[in-house]
């Protein structure tokens, strides 16, 4: 079973560092996971956690094996779609993109906030989400506390409204009247 864990664009070095460490790889094995996929973004790892695990980043994609959990890593894809739909649970940012994505494939999961950001839009997000049951949230600082908390696999599965009610709040949004 796999764990994807996603940064987005940004530099978010924290969230890869935690998911690295040792207490994190540990849940992550206790929950079931044997793979772990990171995308790490632009990030450049110099810490004794990276370097455990892969013996420093030098490249754009790598492989290790740690502890009996394979993990891999890549930058960037034009799409990672597949790597979603192939995981058991996500891990990343709280991109309103990445959330939706996640919450469409009915996949527990756990959205990251950068506590270290002045206006973290994401972190508005990802509290609503969560206080509605969909998603669990937390920062860098307890993400290896959050990964075995059992609400994680009983989260609410989350539905998109339909197309033709999104189209009648923007019609009724903008003063534009039933034909």
């Known amino acids: 079973m796999t764990c994807f864990v996603t940064v987005g664009t940004t530099l978010f070095e924290d969230l890869i560092n935690k998911v690295l460490s040792e207490?994190?790889?540990?849940?992550?094995?206790?929950?079931?996971?044997?793979?772990?996929?990171?995308?790490?973004?632009?990030?450049?790892?110099?810490?004794?956690?990276?370097?455990?695990?892969?013996?420093?980043?030098?490249?754009d994609e790598g492989y290790t094996n740690v502890e009996g959990l394979e993990i891999d890593y890549y930058r960037f894809k034009p799409s990672i779609s597949e790597d979603m739909a192939e995981a058991?649970?996500?891990i990343g940012h709280a991109g309103a993109g990445t959330c939706l994505e996640v919450l469409a494939l009915h996949l527990p999961f756990i959205t990251v906030t950068n506590d270290k950001l002045m206006d973290n839009h994401q972190a508005e997000l990802a509290?609503?989400?969560?206080?509605?049951?969909?998603?669990?949230?937390?920062?860098?600082?307890?993400?290896?506390?959050?990964?075995?908390?059992?609400?994680?696999?009983?989260?609410?599965?989350?539905?998109?409204?339909?197309?033709?009610?999104?189209?009648?709040?923007?019609?009724?949004?903008?003063?534009?009247?039933?034909?």
């Open 23 to 59: 207490e994190s790889l540990r849940n992550l094995k206790k929950i079931g996971v044997k793979k772990i996929r990171l995308q790490i973004g632009k990030g450049n790892f110099e810490n004794e956690v990276v370097h455990r695990v892969f013996k420093g980043v030098t490249s």
């Open 88 to 90: 058991f649970i996500v």
């Open 127 to 179: 509290v609503m989400l969560s206080d509605e049951g969909y998603l669990l949230h937390c920062t860098p600082s307890t993400l290896a506390e959050t990964i075995v908390k059992e609400d994680l696999f009983s989260l609410r599965q989350f539905s998109a409204p339909s197309k033709k009610f999104v189209a009648e709040h923007i019609k009724q949004l903008v003063g534009i009247k039933n034909v």
